[in-house]
């Protein structure tokens, strides 16, 4: 993720069944199961974190002080879709792997919850500063077709594997912040070799597509890229380059980073949506309820990253997310999701420290009581 490398150097398908009778009247036995309601606007948790703080001893409260279960804490407050990161091997955290993510899609769906599955094809963060190939690719780093099987053969794999568990996910990320080209090794490479590039990004989604025809479920890939102004000449080359079977454009917005503020913002998010018909969710921001830390590790989120008329505040935060929501349902948008709501400040280390990097930006306070920004996903509630 671009922030951990800057600052730390671093759709559906309706089933209806009722009972066999021939008299149209309905008998006071009969039995109808309602369709399933459809989401006009997905509010999302990335929670790739909090089976890791959860061992580490995190307990998490409700607005009204209650301990509970996390992902039942975001499905009562109204959160519909939970985000979820994958790492290749990543030999250097028990977190982030299969095993991990089939966890956090279990809890998810337990409550109800959709679920992004964010493949970031590395063993590590993968950002716009970072595509690290994942080791085991590596000899084969300069021969796209063997790279584009291993590719395709893992992606499938994966969501086979899942689907055995009844775990399939509802979206698929093809990649994490993949501004840079995919699959490298060190250094990036720029210019983007496009004939390289489009052949590893579409053997990704047509394992998606192969599994999703497969297992008889509609997966819906997205295409997730690191600030607006970036998104705007990089799907302009994918597409000219042929990288067109996609159904979401996914953005990271955090204003820090970006040349848009939340006052213009919404001319290139508009821009995206009529220009590739394209669905569009923010798959990343946040905002700081504090500029306090609570642990040695330093906060990502400094005061750089507030807005005007925004304090470093709960109800900062939460007017923050909500103004944000109004600008990209007005753009045509159709989600927002907050990244790590739930990494809060534990005695379990990161890379760079002990504790958690983005506390003062999480949706609990330093009590783990959740902050009035977690009213953000009422929005699903009053649909």
Known sequence: MKILIKTLQISLLCLFFSCGNSNPAKTENEITEA????????????????????????????????????????KEAGANLVRVR??????WTNYSNFEDVKLTISKAKAEGMK???????SDTWA?????????????????TVALSELLYNYTYETLNNLA???????????????NPMILQSGDLKWPIDWARNSALINM??????????????????????????????????????????????????????????????????KSLINTYKKRLMIVETAYPFTMENADGANNILNSDALVTGYPATEQGQLDYLNKLKEIVIRAGGEGIVYWEPAWVSTGCSTQWGIGSHWEN???????????????FYNGSLQN
């Not at 950002?127 to 021969?143: F, R, V, Y």
Request: overall charge negative.
């Open 86 to 91: 994958l790492w290749h091997n990543p030999t």
């Open 204 to 269: 990704g989604i047509k394992a998606v597509r192969d599994i999703s025809k497969s297992k008889n479920k509609n997966i819906e890939v997205m295409l997730h890229i690191a600030q607006p102004e970036n998104a705007l000449w990089w799907f302009k080359d994918a597409t000219e380059n042929g990288i067109t079977d996609f159904d979401w454009i996914g953005l990271s917005y955090y204003p820090i980073w970006s040349e848009y503020k939340l006052t213009d913002v919404e001319t290139p998010l």
């Open 35 to 74: 369709p399933e309601k459809e989401i006009s606007f997905y509010y999302g948790a990335d929670l790739s974190y909090v089976n890791e703080m959860i061992d580490c001893g995190a307990t998490y409260k409700n607005s009204e002080g209650a301990t509970k279960n996390p992902y039942k804490i975001f």
């Open 361 to 375: 930006a999480t949706l609990f306070d330093f009590s783990k009581k959740a902050t009035l920004g977690m009213k």
């Open 164 to 178: 055995t568990a009844n775990l399939l996910p509802d979206m698929v990320q093809v990649g994490n912040e993949i």
């Open 127 to 143: 950002d716009p500063a970072k595509q690290e190939i994942p080791t085991a690719w590596l000899a084969n780093i300069n021969n």
């Open 115 to 121: 679920v992004l599955l964010d493949f970031h094809y």
